[in-house]
């Protein structure tokens, strides 16, 4: 049988002229379906470099569901429904560093005063205090976060096998220095800002970079006179799941951290972190619980303590007829 060629291109033309001008007619058409039913490409970034203008972008943190526990594990150990909770910094002498078993004691100690956590800068004791915290879980009072409040980022600091620091305090215009890959194997980050408009940026982010912001002393009033309505306004207006923290300085004359931490308090600082309270010297605990009873008491800051009554007649960590607690660290 013999197909005449010719004849089938002569029937096809009409067919595929017929094709291309269908195509001309309902093509916009179909391109428009298309884009509305094919959402656009996303270009994803693998990971931001530290440049000047990528410096906002580095202080957004990426939360597992593991970093995520931990934040909010953090967040419930430094904040209450009402009042400030009290952290307590370890930051020992070159010559009054304590033996591990000393430190596990204090560890101990700080958490059974009702610490809220325990902030230090040594790098050679972060281990050692979670450890002997993780060694509580299941008791009562279980463990409290360990935080990392040191200048040098040391790797050894952050959680290995989940003993290890809880949280790394970064200063928030020190994150240029540091790469991307770095910040996030730190694990939780608290951000220590030096103004307002630091903590603004901080709370646009998403997650509010992790909500938990330390302030710094330029920010607080030194005394309770200083009414600091500017702060408290701002504070106020947080979201709530944000905690601030505010350094309080330890042993003031006169014991006025008491009324200054309850000061803040009053400002709506969500945590107060008393600094240098323990050095590795036999005043560390006393003092710790002194505070910590102080600054919760309703009453006013001249007050007996259980284990510090007394008459001062030269003896340190009780209580004057003034109602002054004299300390042998200040001497």
């Given at each position: 049988?013999?197909?005449?060629?010719?004849?089938?291109?002569t029937?096809?033309?009409?067919?595929?002229?017929?094709?291309?001008?269908?195509?001309?007619?309902?093509?916009?058409?179909?391109?428009?379906?298309?884009?509305?039913?094919?959402?656009?490409?996303?270009?994803v970034?693998?990971?931001?470099?530290?440049?000047?203008?990528?410096?906002f972008?580095?202080k957004?943190?990426?939360?597992?569901?593991?970093?995520?526990?931990?934040?909010?594990?953090i967040?419930?150990?430094?904040?209450?429904?009402?009042?400030?909770?009290i952290?307590?910094?370890?930051?020992?002498s070159?010559?009054?560093?304590?033996?591990d078993?000393?430190?596990?004691?204090?560890?101990?100690?700080?958490?059974?005063?009702?610490?809220?956590?325990?902030?230090?800068?040594d790098?050679?004791?972060?281990?050692?205090?979670?450890?002997?915290?993780?060694?509580?879980?299941?008791?009562?009072?279980?463990?409290?976060?360990?935080i990392y409040?040191?200048?040098?980022?040391?790797?050894?600091?952050?959680?290995?096998?989940?003993?290890?620091?809880?949280?790394?305090?970064?200063?928030?215009?020190s994150?240029?220095?540091?790469?991307?890959?770095?910040?996030q194997?730190m694990g939780?980050?608290?951000?220590?800002?030096?103004?307002?408009?630091?903590?603004?940026?901080l709370?646009?982010?998403?997650?509010?970079?992790?909500?938990?912001?330390?302030l710094?002393?330029?920010?607080?009033?030194?005394?309770?006179?200083?009414?600091?309505?500017?702060?408290?306004?701002?504070?106020?207006?947080?979201?709530?799941?944000?905690?601030?923290?505010?350094?309080?300085?330890?042993?003031l004359?006169?014991?006025?951290?008491?009324?200054?931490?309850?000061?803040?308090?009053?400002?709506?600082?969500?945590?107060?972190?008393?600094?240098?309270a323990?050095?590795?010297?036999?005043?560390?605990?006393k003092?710790?619980?002194?505070?910590?009873?102080?600054?919760?008491?309703?009453s006013?800051?001249?007050?007996?303590?259980?284990?510090?009554?007394?008459?001062?007649?030269?003896?340190?960590?009780?209580?004057?007829?003034?109602?002054?607690?004299?300390?042998?660290?200040?001497?």
């Amino acid at each position: 049988m013999t197909i005449d060629v010719r004849c089938c291109f002569t029937m096809a033309a009409p067919s595929l002229l017929l094709l291309a001008a269908a195509s001309l007619i309902y093509l916009p058409f179909l391109s428009s379906i298309c884009a509305f039913v094919v959402p656009p490409a996303v270009h994803v970034q693998k990971g931001p470099q530290t440049t000047p203008t990528s410096l906002f972008s580095t202080k957004e943190q990426i939360f597992t569901h593991s970093s995520i526990d931990k934040l909010d594990t953090i967040k419930l150990a430094l904040k209450r429904p009402r009042g400030a909770s009290i952290s307590i910094e370890y930051n020992p002498s070159s010559d009054s560093s304590l033996s591990d078993g000393d430190l596990s004691i204090l560890s101990m100690s700080l958490r059974r005063s009702k610490t809220s956590a325990i902030f230090t800068s040594d790098v050679s004791s972060v281990k050692k205090i979670a450890k002997e915290q993780e060694s509580s879980r299941g008791d009562f009072p279980g463990p409290v976060p360990v935080i990392y409040f040191g200048r040098e980022l040391v790797g050894d600091v952050f959680n290995d096998d989940d003993i290890g620091a809880s949280a790394v305090v970064v200063e928030y215009e020190s994150a240029d220095k540091l790469d991307m890959e770095s910040l996030q194997n730190m694990g939780i980050i608290i951000w220590k800002v030096n103004d307002i408009q630091q903590i603004q940026q901080l709370v646009d982010m998403d997650s509010h970079a992790g909500g938990v912001y330390m302030l710094s002393k330029d920010m607080l009033p030194s005394s309770i006179e200083d009414d600091a309505l500017e702060l408290k306004d701002i504070l106020s207006s947080l979201p709530k799941s944000v905690v601030t923290i505010a350094p309080l300085q330890s042993m003031l004359p006169e014991n006025a951290e008491v009324s200054l931490g309850k000061h803040y308090a009053s400002l709506g600082i969500s945590s107060l972190l008393l600094s240098n309270a323990c050095v590795g010297d036999e005043e560390d605990i006393k003092y710790s619980q002194f505070v910590i009873e102080g600054i919760n008491k309703k009453s006013s800051s001249s007050f007996s303590m259980t284990g510090l009554t007394g008459s001062a007649n030269g003896h340190f960590g009780v209580s004057s007829h003034e109602g002054e607690v004299k300390w042998r660290r200040n001497e």
